[in-house]
């Protein structure tokens, strides 16, 4: 009821639910409606939200479940098993320790050894939790238009491009350009528009339920899959005269072949790990060492992590008078000791199966010590 001046007639009709201790008179009477207070003005209802949050607060620690161990993403299934892998036999490639090193220890915690190149990353291995963040930089402005790319948001990390700054003045010191880098370092909301993309490009040629199995089995999952660390890029060519990718195996060109020739050289290997048409043109860099003895013994990534977790040590006479000692040793707990030679470049690595791997670059006048090459089978 609004507050106003009302004639005694309005007052009977209107007034009769106001509560007023002023007598009935006959005439006009100004009437004052009792205000209501709205339910946010209420102290009543104040004092019993502040009751209830007081009790919540007090039974969340009782009813919270307690852990005495922290949470942690598992590592992986059991590592693979390497017996009755065969591993040719290659002049350069030994399994033995060469004789006449020093070696030091060196004590590295899992979080330092997440930093690697060898984490293998697939459907049963995804990428750990504790794995860090790609240090992601625009690799068009670090490469200062020397690596050419198609889209400039792509980002890597900073090892990876100077490794492919290399690469690419190797391809053009040898008459070979038009490749770029088509894809690098994603974030899963990156993917996740990039699995739309497809997926509505696949709806408007195919029936829906054609294009979302099309979808799945092109695109990876967003928030999985190798582009979630920096060491991973999709080299390509366009093809001529359209900015779309060119789909011939890179076996099948000139330009792919010569790419394919310069790539384990600068550290480089093919990824082949989801069985997708795209997996010919992903490329990981791994490494001059590991790249130079995976592309001597001829196998993939998870077959090379399989051979060093039964053969232990990996000694591979590489290009220019260097030798490269490769090490694998089980990491169990938290902090994983290794030996490596005394004054040697190294890096290590977690290869996401429960093993930890050593590389040690030795520099030239250490090959006289290399042993005689030995097949697998004879160790």
Sequence with gaps: MAEGVYTEREWRLRGRCVQSSIPICWGAQYVQPVRRRNLHQNRRVHCAMLVCAAVFALLLPLCWPHRAVPVSYPMAVAPVAAEGIHVRSVQGVSFAMPTGITFVQHTYTKEEL????????????????????????????????????????????????????????????????????????????????????????????????????????????????????????????????????????LEETVQGRQLLRFAWRNGFVRTQTTGSKRDQFRFRYVGIAHATAMTYLDVDLPTYLAILHEKRTLTVQGEGGQLYLIQCVLAAGNHVVLSVPKGAEYEVSLDNTGYAVVASVLKEGWQKRLLPAVSANSQ
């Design 114 to 249: 997440y930093r690697g190149k060898l984490l293998l990353i697939d459907d049963q291995h995804p990428l750990p939790m504790q794995a860090p963040h790609p240090g992601t930089l625009n690799i068009a402005t670090y490469g200062k238009g020397m690596v050419p790319v198609s889209d400039l948001n792509l980002k890597t990390g900073r090892e990876t491009i100077r490794a492919l700054t290399a690469l690419f003045a190797d391809l053009r010191g040898n008459g070979i350009g038009g490749f770029s880098v088509w894809q690098g370092t994603q974030t899963p909301a990156e993917q996740l528009e990039d699995w739309l993309t497809f997926a509505r490009q696949s709806a408007g040629q195919f029936s829906l339920d054609t294009a979302i199995a099309k979808t799945q089995e092109e695109m990876e999952p967003p928030g999985s899959g190798e582009l979630l660390q920096e060491y991973t890029v999709e080299l390509r060519m366009s093809t001529e005269g359209k900015a779309v990718p060119d789909e011939r195996p």
